[in-house]
């Protein structure tokens, strides 16, 4: 069931009806799964602005094989037309982003209505944001937008499957997936770049 929910908001009613269970049996099967780092829960950030805020964690599988797995996937052909290859490749690079930063202070956020961020972290007191698009070549969005005026962005990446960096402007860069590996290099107090 969690393959289903992989990528959204966690819902422990939903998912405990559907069990036959009550919410806090739910919640204590995330918490073992999580525990047994076969799944990620990414807690919200709540900063205390005036727009409702969705107050419940993400839930991803870490392992994108484990995932196609349970959901049937079991070819590339399969996967680009299921309905979660989006979210298949937003955990994906969620775990590569996560590795390159080697911190456990990482978010994600939205609002009720419908601003979005997949990824928020901070260095040296500073917020910066992550966007993931399965897109040849993403541009930018009103949730960004509000995202980057909202939360103070000091900088936002966008990660993508293409091949080439580049910027849509002066705090907004296109990053491929490939190379998330040298991401954390680009930020304040670490020689090189990315933006």
Known sequence: MIAHYHGQVWNSTELARALGANQHTARRYLDILAGAFMVRVLPPWVPNLRK????????YLRDTGLLHSLLGVTSEQDLAGHPKVGASFEGFAIEQLLAALATGNVYFWATHAGAELDLLFTRSGRYY????????????????????????????????????TYSLDDRITVLPVSRVPEFATGLPGVSGGFG
């Open 52 to 59: 409702r805020q969705v107050k419940s964690p993400k839930v």
């Open 129 to 164: 944001g992550v966007e993931v698009k399965l897109a040849d070549a993403p541009r930018t969005t009103k949730s960004m937008r509000v995202a980057i005026a909202d939360l103070q962005l000091q900088h936002l990446w966008i990660v993508y499957p293409g091949n080439e």
